[in-house]
């Protein structure tokens, strides 16, 4: 029965007459599509909506206290990435942004695995467009991967359903043991998804290939699902504190060198899903709060990164730290949010990272994880170094790079004028903020250690990053590619195999032709038999039949006595 | 004063007076950390310090073998 439409769903139903729309309109139908799925947010906590096939029941629509912030923020990011992709008169990427979003957020509220399949690869589906927006070489190629890698995390996500389902009669959207087989399969779909460490490849390489307005609605949706997925299913699952520590380590040093700066964000994306991935490890109250608290803010400042290197990328037409510089007399205003962004994600008190990740850090001291911790703290300072001062400094300070421009849209100011607010105002009142989490707790981020630290710690790390640019020992950022873990299926694997194949190939060839020697030289010896005074010469042909015969008959005698005597 | 923002630039100077006012903030107040490690006075100091230097000495031994040429996936 579907008693309530299931956010999101109208959404993606709604999206199909967006070509059918003339500008204007199509940018008002989209805000009410969005409203009129937030609705459904209203009904309460419960299960809403359930349909049945083939006596299967599918829960398309169940609410929870975890399933609200991810349905909030994710309302919220799809506002604001209608309002900073109006300028966009072409329909295709309106279109693939809403079903896009719709299929995140029905997903956020499916009762079953087999629902979530369904929305899980829905959102593969319409994402992809995003990245083919672009229209460049690099772009369909990388686009081909995406789709592959996100349609191979389905079928992970796809069997372990099936698996759970064959063993306990239910294919139920809840906690899993991840010592059992099914378990291990829906781990891995959602690591995926969730970029773990050698499985991110994909969004370091998809991500910047996308358009201007494509990244910022990329960045928000696919790997915050996955860790809505995780806090659903694995809270409290230790491997998920190691697997997190290391994601919030490793992309600090890849993000230092990449020269291009929408590719420096998606390193900090992962370091950031590092953070989440922990808290969610680590499993209790405070930590899940913690983890949701983080996804909410981050989907914010996150997007307000990439919008303002967005913006840049649409006056400018690149995004590479090399051969950008002094847009800031161009650009105050993106240049002012991009920082105030930065601000955030670097967690300076009084902006929503710290509120957000002091949550985090707590949790950790209080369950003793003393080395974990520390591997966040620092973390805390690559943070600041990649995304805190690189992404802002190199863009609108450093030198002179002697590009004339203009400040970016208006509708694109007022998306990250928004979404600066939202950053501010939820550093400035966090209670307001806490009040929407999973759990409620008492939590006062505010304290004079908590501030006091945190500003020693980000204040100093700019200073040595001052220090190393002021007496010129940072070296100049160079157009390049920094190899990732995509690496490994983009030349290790083409080049083990390549030769391989090759190899296979020759010896194929080398057997054809033995084959056609042996066929040859058997022909050329019946040949040879057939001219005069041979065994099969014509002229004495005819005894030999007569021998052959004899002799085939004395075959069959043989055979009939050894049978039957 | 003049001497150091002539020398140091106007951000650079201002941070770095930020950075002593947050340490003699620490000397008024008491400051105690998550871990027993950080009651160690101006250890988030020392810690962001370091830490940020470290990276980029990570970052940039690390550009010998992980940079390659723009074009290196089209090759």
Redesign the interface.
């Known amino acids: 029965m579907i008693s309530s439409f299931p956010p999101g769903l109208i959404m993606m139903i709604g999206a199909l007459l967006i070509p059918f729309l003339p500008h204007i309109i199509r940018q008002i139908y989209m805000m009410v599509l969005i409203l009129i799925s937030a609705y459904a947010l209203t009904l309460g906590f419960g299960i809403h909506s359930k349909i049945d096939v083939m006596d299967f029941e599918f829960i398309i629509f169940q609410s929870d206290t975890l399933t609200l912030p991810f349905a909030i923020i994710f309302h919220i990011a799809a506002i604001l990435n209608v309002i900073y992709g109006a300028h966009e008169k072409h329909w295709n990427q309106h279109v693939a942004i809403m079903s896009y979003s719709g299929a995140a957020i029905a997903a956020v509220h499916a009762g079953d695995l087999f629902t979530l399949f369904i929305w899980w690869e829905a959102t593969a589906f319409t994402s992809v467009f995003l990245i083919l927006a672009s229209k460049t070489k ?1 772009s369909y190629k990388s686009a081909f991967r995406y789709i592959l890698i996100q349609v191979g995390s389905g079928m992970f996500l796809l069997a372990g359903a099936i698996l759970l389902m064959s063993e306990t009669g239910n294919a139920e959207f809840r906690n899993f043991d991840i010592n059992s087989l099914y378990g291990q399969l829906i781990f891995i779909a959602f690591g995926i998804k969730a970029a773990f460490p050698l499985l991110n490849g994909w969004l370091q390489d998809s991500y910047p290939e996308a358009s201007e307005i494509g990244t910022v609605a990329l960045s928000t949706f696919t790997t915050k699902l996955a860790i809505f997925c995780f806090a659903k299913s694995f809270a409290g699952t230790e491997i998920l504190i190691i697997i997190g520590a290391i994601m919030t380590f490793y992309p ?3 993000a ?2 990449e020269n291009d700066l929408r590719r420096v964000l998606t390193y900090s994306l992962n370091n950031q899903l590092g953070f989440m991935i922990v808290a969610i490890g680590i499993g209790t109250e405070l930590a899940i709060n913690g983890a949701v608290a983080h996804a909410f803010a981050h989907i914010l400042y996150k997007g307000l990164l990439f919008m303002g290197m967005g913006a840049v990328l649409y006056r400018v037409g690149t995004c590479k730290a090399s051969e950008l510089g002094g847009l800031f007399k161009f650009m105050p205003i993106t240049a002012i949010c991009t920082i105030i962004g930065a601000i955030s994600i670097s967690a300076f008190p009084l902006f929503s990272g710290f509120v957000a990740k002091s949550l985090i ?2 949790a ?3 369950e003793g994880l ?1 080395f974990v ?2 591997m966040l ?2 973390a805390s ?2 943070v ?2 990649h995304s805190g001062i690189k992404i802002p400094f190199f863009a609108f300070f450093a030198h002179e790079s002697g590009i004339k421009t203009k400040e970016a849209p208006l509708n694109m100011i007022i998306a990250m004028i928004i979404a600066s607010t939202l950053c501010i105002l939820i550093g400035v009142f966090p209670s307001y903020f806490y009040e929407i989490l999973p759990y409620q707790i008492q939590y006062q981020p505010y304290d ?2 908590h501030v ?15 220090c ?1 640019w ?1 007496f010129k ?3 100049p950022e ?6 990732n873990s995509d690496w490994i299926y ?2 290790m694997i083409p080049g083990i195999l390549l030769p391989l194949l090759n190899l296979i190939n020759d010896i194929n060839k080398k057997i054809e032709q033995l084959v056609e020697f042996i066929f040859m030289y058997i022909r050329k010896f019946l040949a040879n038999t057939m001219i005069k005074n041979k065994v099969f010469d014509r002229e004495v042909g005819q005894d030999t039949l007569i021998v052959v015969q004899l002799f085939i008959i004395l075959l069959i005698f043989i055979f009939v006595w050894k049978i039957y005597l | 004063m003049k001497y150091l923002i002539e020398k ?2 106007k951000i ?1 100077t201002s ?2 007076f ?2 002593i006012i ?2 003699i ?2 000397l008024i ?7 027993s ?2 009651d160690i006075l ?15 000495k ?3 031994s ?2 010998s ?10 090759k």
């Open positions: 690099r600090i040093f890849f230092v060198i850090m707590s950790l001291g209080k003393v911790y520390f703290l620092f300072a690559g600041l170094h004079f250690s006091v630290g945190q500003l020693q710690l980000l204040t100093f790390a700019a200073f040595a990053f001052i190393l002021h020992i940072y070296p160079l157009n390049s590619t920094v190899l983009r030349k | 140091f630039g650079n941070v770095l930020l950075c947050f340490l903030l620490e107040g008491h400051r105690h950390g998550e871990t490690i950080e101006f250890f988030p100091a020392f810690f962001g310090y370091l830490s940020c230097i470290i990276i980029f990570i970052g940039v690390l550009r073998f992980l940079m390659k040429d723009e074009d290196y996936y089209d």
